[in-house]
């Protein structure tokens, strides 16, 4: 059975940082491209960076220079690592493969960027 399993979310200032992990078991990881994706107050979910199983990167435009995606494959792990914060970054954020399968979301990470 896939599970995935977001951690790492929390409170945090404008300016500051944060760093997601998303555990999966299961087979998920090893073939899959994965992916961050978030969900803020009244908006539909979107995907923000996605990393290959080789470890090519893509990023939407409003984190780039700012979030930086990873995994350990080894460890079956991905990680989002999200520096100068900014409010509208505000969302519960989820990991799934890329393209994600419903059958996969997880509870997400609550992340709130707030003073």
């Avoid at 954020?93 to 393209?99: A, H, I, L, S, T």
Wanted: glycine share 14%; hydrophobic share 30%.
């Amino acid at each position: 059975q896939v599970q995935l399993v977001e951690s790492g979310g929390g409170l945090v200032q404008p300016g500051g940082s944060l760093r997601l992990s998303c555990a999966a078991s299961g087979s998920i990881f090893g073939r899959n491209a994965m992916g961050w994706f978030r969900q803020g107050p009244g908006k539909q979910r979107e995907l923000v960076a996605a990393v290959t199983r080789g470890g090519n990167t893509r990023y939407i435009d409003s984190v780039k220079g700012r979030f930086t995606i990873s995994r350990d494959n080894a460890k079956n792990t991905v990680y989002l690592q999200m520096n100068s914060l900014k409010p509208e970054d505000t969302a519960v954020y989820y990991c799934n493969r890329d393209p994600p399968l419903n059958a996969f979301w997880g509870q997400g990470t609550q992340v709130t960027v707030s003073s």
